[in-house]
């Protein structure tokens, strides 16, 4: 599966922060993208009562 725009949100608050990630990417997209999935997840978590604010970042 690979999305038109290069970003994806899976899981239960997945919706919410796709719709962050896509946000803070078009108003920085200079930002260092560890530094946007993590402000979208906070959002996510924010949000969502099933998301939690403990994260795990692996990148290939």
Do not use: N, W
């Not at 690979?2 to 108003?27: F, H, M, N, T, V």
């Not at 993208?33 to 994260?55: G, N, P, R, V, W």
């Amino acid at each position: 599966m690979e999305p038109e725009d290069g970003i994806i949100g899976i899981g239960s608050g997945g919706a919410y922060a796709l719709c962050a990630a896509r946000a803070l990417y078009a108003k920085c997209p200079e930002m260092p993208l560890h530094e946007m999935a993590h402000q979208a997840m906070t959002i996510a978590a924010d949000i969502c009562a099933f998301t939690s604010h403990k994260f795990v970042f692996e990148s290939l």
